[in-house]
C-alpha cells in the first residue's frame, strides 16, 4: 500500500503556511478544511494553504510537497483513527464511529492517488474554488484534465485516468457487442465498426497522446462555465425535497409504462405514406394481384395427388369467395385440373349430352344419334406448364421439393379482418400449410425482443456487480441515473403513444453501455468540473449522432433515436444529481 510523507526542500513552507507540516509525516490532500469557504476567506497564508498545501496527519499544518512511500496496513489504521478523531475535536463530528467512514475515504483516495505514481514521486497539489466549495482538478477526459491540470505531467496525467477509461472502454464495447446479436446485417455491421473503433480511440488516447501532447492547454471561459455548473447542480438526498421527488417520478414512470403499448409488426417499420400505402392496396384489389406475404403451400406425393389436395383447398376457398371475405385465389389446378376431375367432367358431359339428345330426339320425333368420343389422355401439369399461356401460372408450381410435390395456391383481395378466416379454411386438409411471412417476421421480431429485453437486465445486473467491485457501498449512484433515465424514457413513450419495437429495446442496450460512463467519471473522480466537462462534451456529441435519428421518418431509425434522445439527455442531467456530497461515503 501507498500513501505520502511531507518533505521539505528549503524553509519557504514555514513562512507561506500559518502552521508548517513536519517533514517526514504522513500527508492527504486535506481538501475539507476549505469545503465552507468563500473567496473572501482566500487571503494571504489562507490562500496558499488552500492553493498548494497538503494536510500533515500528526500536526495537521501544511507542507508544498510530498512523496509517495509505503506505508504498513496496521499504520494506515492508526492514520484512520487519528483523522476521525480530528473530525472530532475540530469539526464537532458526534462520535469517532460516525466519523471513521469519511475519514476512511479521505485516506482511500490519497491511496489511490498515489497508487498510480512509484515510490519516491513527489506530487504537488492544486485546488480552485468553486461556488459550492472546493473540487480537486484530477480529470476524466483526457483534454478536459489537462486543461484543468497544465502543470501534471501528461503520462502522470493519463496513468491516474487509465482505470476510469478503461472500465468505460468496456462496458461501451459490450453495448457496442450487443447490438451485433441482433439479425440485422446493418446492425452487425455498425456493431464491429462501433466497437473496433473506440477501442482504437481508447488505444490511440492511452498510447498516443502524452507522448504527443508538448503544449500547454489554453484555458477558455466556455470549459470554465460549464465546470463550474457542476458545484451549482443540485443533489438528491434522502428527505422531504428527495422523497416528493422519487415519488413523483415513480408514479410518472408507473403510469408510463401502463400506457406503453409493444409493436412488432413488420409492415409498421415501412417509411411510407399511408395514403401511398392504401393506393398500392385499392390497385393491387383492381388488378388481382395476389398477396405476396399470405399464401397457403401444399404438398403431396406426386401431382395428381397434389392437384386433389388443390381442389380441396379451392372448394373451401369458394365459400368465403361467395361470403366476400374473398375476391378469389390462383392455383395450378384451376388450368389443370387433377386427372379424377377430368374423368368426373367427361363422364358428367356424356350425361348431359346423352340428356339433351334425348329432349331433342322426343321434339322431333325421331331419335338424335350421338357423336363417338374418342379415349383422350387426362392433361398433365407438366404438358400445360410448357405452354406460353401458362407464363402467369408457372411459378405456383414448384415441382419435387425434399422428395415430395409443392404447390402455392395465391389469395386475391385479403384483408386482415378476413385472415383467421381463411387460414381456419385448411383446417383438417392434409398436406396444406398456412403461410403468413409477415406474421412470421413479425414473431421473430417479438422473439429479439423480449431476448434482448431479457439480456438488457442481465446487463444491468452485471454492470451493477462491476460497479460494486469497484465502488463498494456508493456503486449505487453511478448505476441509478442510467436505470432511472432507462425507465423514464420508456414511460415518457408510453405518455406520448409510442410504441416500443425490437429498435426501442436496442436502443436501452446502447443507453446502458454510453449512459454507465457518466456515473463512473463523476464518482471516480469526486467533485471535478473538469470530468463534468468532458461528459457534458461527450453527452452533446452522443446527442448529435444518435439523437437527430429521431427526426428520421423511419419507424425504426425514428423510435432507435427517439429512445437515444429521451435516454441520454436524462442520464446527463441525472448523473451529477447522484454525485455524492463532500465525505459522504455512501
Known sequence: MLLAR???????????????????????????????????????????????????????????????????PSEYETLTAALAAHFVSHYGAPSIEAAWPVAAEEMRQMADLCADHAPNTVLTVARRLTEAGVAEDYGIHYFASRQANPDVPPRSLMRQLLPALSLALVTSVLAYITLGIAPFPGLRQMAVFAAVAV?????????????????????SRFSDAIAGSLARWPR????????????????????????????????????????LLQSEIRIGGLLGLPSPAQYFLVEAHDPQALLQTEEALTNRLQTLVDAGSLQGWRAVSDWVP????????????????????????????????GSEHAAVAPLQPEDVLQQPVAAAIRPLWLGEVAGAQVSLVMLQG?????????????????????????????????????????????????????L???????????WVPTALAALLSLAALGWIGEPLQLFGVLAQLLLLGLGIDY????????????????????????LLAFGLLALSSTPALHGFGLTLLLGIGLVWLLSPCFRPAAGDAR
Open 468 to 478: 460494486l467491485l469497484r465502488f463498494g457501498r456508493r456503486a449505487w449512484r453511478a
Open 338 to 369: 387433377s386427372a379424377a376431375r377430368q374423368q368426373a367432367d367427361r363422364q358428367m358431359l356424356a350425361r348431359n349430352e346423352t340428356l339433351a339428345l334425348e329432349r331433342v330426339g322426343a321434339m322431333l320425333g325421331e331419335p338424335v344419334a
Open 519 to 542: 456515473g463512473i467519471f463523476l464518482l471516480e473522480h469526486e467533485g471535478d468540473g473538469a470530468s463534468w466537462l468532458a461528459i457534458c462534451l461527450g453527452g452533446a456529441s452522443t
Open 199 to 219: 477501442t482504437a480511440t481508447f488505444l490511440t488516447a492511452v498510447l498516443w497522446f502524452p507522448w504527443l501532447d508538448a503544449g500547454r492547454p489554453r484555458i
Open 414 to 466: 385479403l384483408q386482415a379482418a378476413h385472415v383467421d378466416a381463411i387460414r381456419a379454411a385448411a383446417t383438417g386438409i392434409e398436406g396444406v400449410r398456412w403461410v403468413d411471412r409477415t406474421a412470421h417476421y413479425s414473431s421473430l421480431l417479438k422473439h429479439y425482443r423480449v431476448q434482448m429485453s431479457g439480456l438488457l437486465l442481465a446487463g444491468y445486473l452485471a454492470v451493477g456487480i462491476a
Open 6 to 72: 511531507a518533505v521539505h526542500f528549503d524553509e519557504s513552507d514555514s513562512r507561506i503556511f500559518h502552521r508548517p507540516a513536519v517533514t517526514g509525516e504522513w500527508a492527504i490532500s486535506g481538501g475539507f478544511e476549505f469545503s465552507n469557504w468563500t473567496e473572501a476567506d482566500l487571503t494571504g497564508k489562507a490562500r496558499q494553504a488552500f492553493a498548494n498545501g497538503w494536510l500533515g496527519l500528526e500536526s495537521f499544518g501544511r507542507v508544498t510537497f510530498v512523496a509517495v512511500a509505503r506505508i504498513e
Open 236 to 275: 438528491w438526498r434522502f428527505g422531504t425535497a428527495g422523497v416528493i421527488a422519487a415519488v413523483l417520478a415513480g408514479a410518472f414512470i408507473a403510469s408510463g409504462l401502463l400506457r406503453l403499448q409493444t409493436s412488432d409488426d413488420l409492415r409498421g417499420l415501412r417509411a411510407s405514406p399511408a395514403d
